[in-house]
């Protein structure tokens, strides 16, 4: 048991130190020598748990950051919630963070996707499936709120892609205003959404607005899902 659990500290120290960096100086900016130095990890305990060395241990990074920040957005956005107040304070959330790193960091996952998307295949797919999953817990909380399954997905896509591209500008001018812009933006198109889904239930008696378990229960399929 000791041993296994002495395994399991060395590969979550390796993780940390390559999260932390690659989040910081994306994956061509980190190299093997700098998560060994910074884990204190020994060269061949890194190989041992990463045989594949550094690609796998991105692989496992991105997987590992997708995680972290599906637990968050579980948070930000937790089952019931205001939706539209969510969401602003979510992007304001975002705005203090990237401020308070000195606008170092930001997504975990973007700032090295950007970089591996037509290098590697396998860090490709690790990362396509994180934003897939911060998409699908998104769409459900909208769903939940009554939202159409179409139109939920069309606005859980449209809030990543603002989130992202304003973590991108914020960092590139050192100014937060675009993720304050973004998010009252973001926070008005769930309000319209939840307008218009209201205005078609009350048009139509058969649609229930709110009736989150029903909404849940029949996923829109749709290609490269992992629902």
Same mark, same amino acid.
């Given at each position: 048991?000791?041993?296994?659990?002495?395994?399991?500290?060395?590969?979550?120290?390796?993780?940390?130190?390559?999260?932390?960096?690659?989040?910081?100086?994306?994956?061509?900016?980190?190299?093997?020598?700098?998560?060994?130095?910074?884990?204190?990890?020994?060269?061949?305990?890194?190989?041992?748990?990463f045989p594949g060395g550094k690609e796998e241990v991105g692989v496992a990074t991105l997987r590992e950051g997708g995680e972290a920040y599906l637990a968050l957005v579980d948070a930000l956005l937790p089952s019931g919630a205001d939706l539209p107040t969510a969401v602003r304070d979510a992007f304001a959330g975002a705005?203090?963070?990237?401020?308070?790193?000195?606008?170092?960091?930001?997504?975990?996952?973007?700032?090295?996707?950007?970089?591996?998307?037509?290098?590697?295949?396998?860090?490709?797919?690790?990362?396509?499936?994180?934003?897939?999953?911060?998409?699908?817990?998104?769409?459900?909380? %909208?769903?939940?709120?009554?939202?159409?399954?179409?139109?939920?997905?069309?606005?859980?896509?449209?809030?990543?892609?603002?989130?992202?591209?304003?973590?991108? %500008?914020?960092?590139?001018?050192?100014?937060?205003?675009?993720?304050?812009?973004?998010?009252?933006?973001?926070?008005?198109?769930?309000?319209?959404?939840?307008?218009?889904?209201?205005?078609?239930?009350?048009?139509?008696?058969?649609?229930?607005?709110?009736?989150?378990?029903?909404?849940?229960?029949?996923?829109?399929?749709?290609?490269?899902?992992?629902?």
């Open positions: 048991m000791p041993r296994q659990v002495d395994a399991a500290a060395t590969r979550r120290r390796i993780l940390t130190a390559s999260g932390e960096l690659m989040r910081r100086h994306g994956y061509a900016g980190t190299g093997i020598k700098a998560i060994l130095t910074a884990s204190g990890v020994p060269y061949g305990s890194l190989y041992y748990h705005a203090e963070l990237v401020a308070s790193t000195d606008y170092v960091d930001a997504c975990p996952v973007a700032t090295i996707a950007g970089e591996i998307a037509s290098t590697s295949e396998p860090m490709r797919e690790a990362a396509a499936a994180a934003f897939a999953s911060w998409i699908d817990l998104i769409e459900l909380r %909208l769903r939940e709120a009554g939202i159409g399954v179409e139109r939920a997905h069309e606005v859980a896509v449209e809030l990543l892609c603002s989130l992202e591209g304003a973590f991108l %500008l914020a960092r590139t001018t050192r100014d937060v205003e675009a993720l304050h812009i973004t998010g009252k933006a973001a926070a008005a198109t769930v309000r319209a959404a939840l307008a218009a889904a209201a205005a078609a239930a009350g048009a139509d008696p058969r649609a229930k607005v709110g009736s989150g378990a029903a909404a849940a229960a029949s996923p829109r399929p749709r290609p490269g899902s992992r629902r």
